[in-house]
């Protein structure tokens, strides 16, 4: 059993027990995805912190793809950059695979690739894969996936895990079909019984059952988007499939089988809609925000882009609707399988004119499910598009996490005024603000009586819903759109602040946290630097965002993008705080590691 | 109510023609969007549209101003240029009771808003939705449109040689059930067609040759009054028997053709082109192609076909409106959560 009493000391040690990353470089469509999975879930159940990462290519088959998972006692969760086992089982790559390697490194490989020529520094195991997976697996057709399994089994043996939980992840993994379980665990099997024989000895490097993960699930940020539209009782989502965000729908459709149906009649009690564009899926939104449903889409950069013009109407026409955003690099088509926090500006602004929007920034799968529900009742209550900006690298990888706490309590539907209320009203201005936090009463197409009916333009308006091009019409109306966006600092997330008060500020949010989180014990640990860090987890920003600036000389803001966004917005609202901000900026589209807001906070520190 | 000497009529709902009117126009004099306007509240008034129960959608244009024109008891949304039909479409998901009434124009739904239209139909979203349709662009004063037909003159001179686009032919190719074609300047066509299109059940889509007063009605002109009413060839005489009423007499003499509707109301056409099949779409295409090469303007029922699946059926949606379902009904309980957590341990 290991023991970590003290985590410092685990860092300076060299032992890579519970502390290691694996990549596995394989072909697009190869089916090494269910074996990654296996060999991330079989450390998850051995109690051991873990996150996966697949760096895949816009590709159906055939082109270079990457798996890293890292084991983390220390729950470290952002990408590591050095590798300590890789196993090779692309012939294309593996000559760039095997140079990338830090010495030192174990490489399991496909023998005849005979890769050991290459370094002298590398401890080398070539595994004899076709004879395994032939003796295991007699119908050629399935021998290409199953040759996966087999390195599962190789590393297996070799990391000292627990072959009991290889079992019981490939069952999860293959949800309970028997014949492939069998086949799956026959392959592992060989491999593991390989490596007991003819293995190189990795002391050192392994797996100690532990309990860090009791209690955890694995889920990816779209998944948990997802649960949380539809435990917000989402009713209309329109879309178009666009990566990396139509897991978000796709797993609602799933969930929406089962959770969201007439139990009587077996009748949806959530319409989904597959539209033929991003510009009709925003249209979808916008009418039926407009007619009182809980509408969302879920797109990306792309997508936002065509949905501007319908997103800017929203805005001006006051009309609910929850945009989830899951960034991909741009611009343009971009890298559409890679990761950034490229959005953030596009998200903040969306629309031609002057537009402000409210922005949830999750930072971890928790936070996903709760912003993603978070995001219907602040839609609904100031009756303006809101977005949930998440990324590739929250929203396609496997996260390990804390379950979902229930959101208890009832959904906040907003200022809606039914027959009754406006019986009893004797002057309603659709656009009138009464009570002085910018937020008008609406009504909703259908309401009996005669009085509640009102005309909806993206036109000048006054507070009656009336055509104006009166200039103090439209001046008091975005005055007021402004006001109604300012009320919303009350409702919004609070940023996530800790530290014990050094002068020394790091702001980050989003996908960035863990690299944040761990680049703060190094800069502790190995530079003896103290930090405080704010996460940001929502626009607008809140005093307590400001008031940590304005505190400190220094605030290095780390985001993964060339134009450091949010540093742009920040100082938009407070240009006077512009000259404390220090950009720390990764976007090669990649996940930012730890590593690199090490190494600029240094820099520029010298 | 005051007592009048000379009573108001008031349809079934006891409600007034007054009742059903809209803010003043402010489009041109003599619009041919003013006349279709009148019709759209004569035939709600005549059908018994419940007001508050009306989704009134536009995209851009001068078109699309109208539906400030009529029903101020609806609710009204003046959107996107050309994507008015997404809108609707999001509108009939939250509240599938609403009757939506949608007025479009030839620059917003043949161009910008083709793709919409498109998919609008293939869904078969319930609408009426109506095309005022002049052949130019006339809030950005007077550019062609993609519907303006060859040969065709702007006001300066400009001759239109692009081949014009005709969204009835287009709407009959994609299936929609009910394809019509009228001109503002034909009130009494013009009226039974919106009666019968809001007895109908999905898209109804109508054709509206409206003369832009101002920008396109010239003596060069293809959609001028004159050459509107110089060319118009009605293809049938057209009755319309409402659901409430069967006895009322509004069926033209002589044989005619019933189309039963999907409210009760039956729909008589008795045919002045005897060759005209409205129900087979494929003859019917053919032969609206034939007469706009000999220049002739064919309007009436074009084509029709009721059953057709709709939106809602599609989609497989609960009877109950979406925007009324309680938060019983749309937030799962604790235990669900509960359980998809432990799927994911």
Known sequence: MLTHADPSKTVESRSRVNDFSIEVATVNGSGSQTANIVLMRTIFQMGVPVTGKNLFPSNIAGLPTWFQIRASHRGYQARKQEIDFMICMNPETAKEDVAKVGPGTVLVYD???????????????????QRLVAASCPEPKLQKLVKNMVYVGVAAQMLDLDLDEVRIAIGKQLHGKQKAIELNQTAVQAGYDWAAAEAPR?????????????????????????????????????????????????????????????????????????MEDEIASAGVVVGAGWAGARSMTATSGPGISLMSEFIGLAYFAEIPGVFIDVTRVGPSTGLPTRTSQGDTGICARASHGDTLHICLYPGTMEECF??????????????????????????MQNWASRPFAYPEGPLDRGKVLDAEALAAIQDWGRYQDVDGDGIPYRTLPGTPGGRGAYFTRGSGHNGHALYSERPE?????????????????????????????????????????????????????????????????????????????????????????????????????????????????????????????????????? | MPATTSPVPTNKLGLTKQDYVGSKSTLCPGCGHDAITSQIIQAAFEMNLEPHMVAKLSGIGCSSKTPAYFL????????????????????????????????????????????????????????????????????????????????????????????????????????????????????KQLGVILKAALAFRGTALIDVISPCVTFNNHESSTRSYKSAKDHELPLQDLGFVPYYDQDEIDVPAGEAREVDLP???????????????????????????????????????????????????FMHMVATPMAALPDSVTKPGPEVLAACMAELM
Not at chain 1, 259 to 274: F, N, V
Not at chain 1, 371 to 381: G, M, P, W
Not at chain 2, 281 to 290: L, T, V
């Open chain 2, 263 to 313: 409210d009760g109301s039956r729909l008589t056409l008795r045919a002045i082109r005897e060759d005209f099949d409205p129900t087979d779409r494929f003859a019917a295409s053919r032969e609206i192609h034939e007469a706009r090469e000999r220049g002739e303007l064919l309007t009436g029922i074009l084509h029709i076909e009721t059953g057709r699946k709709t939106l809602h059926d």
């Open chain 2, 72 to 187: 101020a008891q609806a609710w009204g949304f003046n959107s996107v240029h050309g994507r008015a039909a997404a809108v609707c479409t999001g509108a009939a998901l939250a509240n599938r009771n609403l009757v939506n009434l949608l007025a479009s124009g030839d620059g917003d739904s043949m161009s910008i808003g083709m793709g919409q239209f498109v998919h609008m139909i293939r869904r078969n979203v319930p609408v009426v939705y109506i095309i005022e349709d002049n052949g130019v662009y006339g809030l950005t004063k007077g550019q062609f449109s993609a519907t303006a037909d060859v040969g065709s003159t702007l006001k300066h001179g400009d001759v239109n040689e692009l081949p014009p686009l005709d969204p009835c032919t287009l709407a009959m190719e994609l299936g929609c059930g009910f394809v019509a074609r009228s001109f503002s300047g034909n009130p």
């Open chain 1, 202 to 274: 990795t002391e050192g490097l392994k797996v100690v059952r532990d309990h860090l993960t009791d209690g955890q699930i694995i889920i990816d940020g779209n998944s948990a988007c997802a649960l949380g539209a539809m435990f917000a009782g989402v009713t209309v989502v329109a879309w178009y499939p666009i990566t990396p965000s139509s897991s978000v729908v796709e797993t609602l459709i799933d969930y929406a089988k089962d959770h969201r149906k007439d139990p009587a009649t077996g009748e949806s009690t959530l319409a989904i809609i597959q």
């Open chain 1, 111 to 129: 023998e005849p690739l005979k890769l050991d020529g290459l370094r002298s520094d590398l401890v080398f195991c070539p595994v004899p894969f």
């Open chain 1, 370 to 395: 709760q912003f993603s529900y978070l995001a219907f009742d602040l839609t609904e209550r100031f009756q303006t598009p809101v977005f949930v900006v998440s990324d590739l690298d929250l929203g």
């Open chain 1, 473 to 606: 019409d439209y001046r008091n109306l975005v005055d007021r759109l402004k006001a109604k966006f300012m009320t919303a600092k009350a409702f919004v997330p609070k940023p996530v602040v800790s530290g014990t008060g050094s002068p020394r500020g790091i702001l980050a949010y989003g996908s960035s946290d863990p690299a944040v989180a761990e680049a703060r014990d190094i800069l502790r640990e190995v530079h003896g630097k103290d930090s405080d860090y704010l996460r940001v987890r929502a626009l607008p920003f809140t005093d307590e965002v400001i008031d940590f600036i304005r505190a400190r000389e220094v605030v290095y803001v780390v985001e993964q993008n060339r134009d450091a966004q949010m540093a742009a917005l920040i100082r938009d609202f407070h240009p006077e705080l512009g000259t404390r901000l220090r950009p720390v900026l990764h976007y090669d589209s990649t996940a930012i590691p730890a590593q690199t807001i090490v190494d600029q906070i240094n820099a520029a520190e010298k």
